[in-house]
């Protein structure tokens, strides 16, 4: 979700910025602006001192200007660490029984988990990524099916087999996993 919000925020400003800085260099290069547009022509300013001072003598405008710069702000801050936060697990706690504890690097779990889970005939490919806390690591697993595979009978095999293959090896108590199934595209099939 927080990858399609970002990449419609981007593109949504991104467009805005070409669209207006294209038509300011439009005027700016000679074009005669239509009558409804907010430049009346080459040596005109995007805001002159009338424009300016319009406002800055009733009492609602300037706290209304701080709070919309502050709204806007909490909402850059609150992108920024949404973007910075990882949401891959880097490293699982494994109980080894002594009351120490070791650390298994998440993307070898991951690895051997993809790996697991695409051993069954007709996963196109499997891709496994770890979220959550090192103690307790959640798994989300995507498989990309062949036609003729039965999608019950796959999730099966990732329930059965893989992921309590990975939560043995990890010596975990519980391994909740999201398994998300796709079809790979094909040709259709021709009948005779």
Known sequence: MLRVVN??????????????????????????PPSWWIHDGRHDVLL????????RDDGWWWPTVIAVLAVLVLL???WLTAVLRRHRLTEVLVDTGDGEGALLRGRALEGVLAGDAGQL????RAHAELTGRRSTP????RLLLEPHVDPGEALNHVTAQALAHARDSAGLKTLPA???????KHRAERVT
Do not use: H, K, P, Y
């Open 7 to 32: 990449r419609v925020l981007l593109g949504v400003v991104g467009l805005l910025l070409v669209v207006i800085g294209g038509s300011v260099l439009a005027v700016g290069l000679g074009v005669n």
């Open 138 to 141: 959640e798994a989300r697993v």
């Open 76 to 78: 850059a801050l609150w």
């Open 178 to 184: 999201e398994v998300r199934l796709r079809a790979a």
């Open 121 to 124: 005939d007709g996963i196109a």
């Open 48 to 55: 002159n001192e009338a424009e300016r001072t319009r406002w």
